[in-house]
């Protein structure tokens, strides 16, 4: 009983055969098997190839020698046409070479006239050969599926790591576009310009093509998309069963990686923050108490001359700790409910000069030049805040300038609103932290800015305030040495 489970119920059967008693045996001798089907007996080439397609059969049996056609053609025909289908002869004679060749050509078997029983042994090897080609194929297919709709990019490699076949989603993470063939390269081109990583994944793909690869390794690299980016991923790495190729897959992780730097940043900054704040209040209490101790203490005789100076510096030291704590609220109110405004409309000019003025005295002893290019005349502003934005400006670049060199201020009527500059002579700013000293608790790192005292959210604030009135700020290397800061406030 001929049993399977792909092949429909019934079996279609295209018999070539010009006699219709041969054809007639087959056809019981099949029959006497249980087998269910439904012939269709042609004599013609003509017939022959058009029952191929319309037909369409699952099986052929074909005499070898027809009178206007023969067996050999029709098997090329059917060869060519549709290779799925199983072809056997059912011959009269056939010499033994004769067999092999068309064996070699395509054919499935062959069974002699005079030995009929073989038929159907050999109808049921076929078919379950069918059957076996078509699992497979199946097969190959959902794996050819899941390779290609994975998420995952992935790749086959073949010694040396030349790639064999890629998915999709491996010419996705590299640049490649969908229809294009396989990226020709070798994979360890496409890992991370000679850095490290490339020894590291020759070590792992040793270890996979030595140890069976029975378990993937996996491991961190790089590797250079097509546009020059350098791409962070998780790979890991199998050898295929009964072979020297791996399988390769890798996950892109670029942006996790970025923000894991960012975040490894921020704590450090964090922590750089809690010891520089810490040392800023320590300093102002340090002086507090030392002068408090003094004073209370009925031993020591203060000299009469000496007690206005103690007096400012207890003062200078409440201030500065008065400083320190506006700054934080002001920062923990930014980053809880923004910048919030209460606009005015000012005369630039006159909020220029006033901050260059200096009334309150922090900047006393540093006369500030201020030069108009070009009237801007009324801004709307927030005026506590635009004051509070220029008189940081200033106090820095008092606090960074050596004694004496002069501080200035210009203002002129910029393409966007009013442009102020706040200029200064001093040790200036690498082009590295130019963008940075704008970030929250960033200081320069080196001796000279280290000296002076501050926690690194003056310009952060300053930031805050410009970008709420739509201005934009920014720092500039001055000619001639110092720095430059310039903003610009929209009218
Ligand atoms: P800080 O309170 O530390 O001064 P800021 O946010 O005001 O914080 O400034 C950030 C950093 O930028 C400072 O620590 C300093 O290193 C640098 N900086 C600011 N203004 C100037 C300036 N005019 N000249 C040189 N360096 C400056």
Redesign the pocket.
């Known amino acids: 009983m001929i049993t399977s489970r792909t092949m429909p119920e019934e079996l279609r059967i295209l018999i070539l055969e010009d006699n219709p008693a041969d054809a007639e045996l087959a056809q019981r001798e099949l029959e006497k098997a249980g087998l269910s089907f439904v012939a269709s007996v042609v004599a013609t080439r003509w017939e022959f190839h058009q029952q191929l397609d319309a037909f369409d059969p699952d099986l052929i049996l074909s005499d070898y020698k027809l009178p206007g056609f023969d067996g050999i053609s029709a098997m090329r025909i059917a060869v060519a046409e549709r290779p799925e289908i199983p072809f056997i002869f059912v011959t009269g004679e056939m010499g033994e070479e004769r067999a092999i060749d068309t064996l070699k050509e395509g054919a499935t078997d062959y069974v002699l006239k005079q030995r009929l029983a073989r038929l159907v042994p050999a109808v049921e090897r076929a078919l379950a050969e069918v059957e076996e080609k078509s699992q497979r194929r199946r097969a190959e297919e959902n794996y050819r599926t899941v390779f290609e709709t994975t998420g995952t990019a992935m790749c086959v490699l073949v010694e040396d790591s030349v790639v064999l076949s890629a998915n999709q989603g491996f010419k996705r993470l590299l640049g490649y576009a969908a229809g294009e063939p396989e990226p020709e390269v070798r994979f360890k081109q496409v890992v991370s310009r000679g850095g490290p990583e490339v020894e590291d994944f020759d070590r792992y793909h040793r270890k996979v093509l030595s140890e069976g690869g029975r378990d993937p390794v996996f491991f961190e690299t790089r590797v250079v998309h097509r546009d020059g980016r350098t791409l962070d991923v998780l790979a890991s790495m199998g050898r295929l069963p009964g072979t020297r190729n791996s399988v390769l897959s890798l996950i892109d992780v670029t942006r996790e990686k970025k923000y894991e730097g960012e975040l490894k940043e921020r704590a450090e900054r964090l922590r750089d923050f809690l010891t520089v704040a810490s040392h800023e209040i320590r300093h102002p209490i340090t002086v507090i108490k030392g002068y408090t101790e003094m004073l209370g203490d009925g031993d020591i005789k203060i000299p009469e001359d000496m007690v206005p100076d103690i007096y400012a510096s207890m003062n200078d030291a409440a201030d500065r700790l008065t400083r320190i704590v506006t700054e934080l609220m002001d920062v923990s109110r930014i980053e809880d409910t923004g910048v919030e405004l209460d606009m005015t409309s000012c005369e630039t000019k006159e909020l220029v000069l006033e901050a260059a003025a200096d009334e309150h005295g922090a900047r006393a002893a540093r006369h500030v030049e201020v030069e108009v290019l070009s009237d801007p005349g009324q801004v709307m502003v927030d005026r506590a805040r635009f004051m509070f934005v220029l008189e ?1 400006l200033l106090d ?2 008092d ?2 300038s050596p004694e004496g060199s002069p501080v200035s201020v210009t203002l002129e009527a910029g393409p966007d609103g009013p442009l102020i500059s706040v200029l ?1 002579r ?4 690498p082009e590295s932290d130019r963008e940075r ?1 704008f970030e929250r608790f ?3 790192e080196d001796a000279l ?1 280290h000296s ?1 005292p ?7 604030i300053v930031r805050q305030v410009v970008d709420a009135h739509g201005g934009r700020i920014w720092c500039e290397p001055r000619e001639g040495g110092g ?1 430059a ?1 310039r903003f610009s406030i929209p009218k």
């Open positions: 940081q820095n670049a606090k960074y200064d001093g040790p200036g700013i000293v960033y200081q320069v800015h002076k501050g926690m690194g959210l003056g310009l952060y720095s800061f």
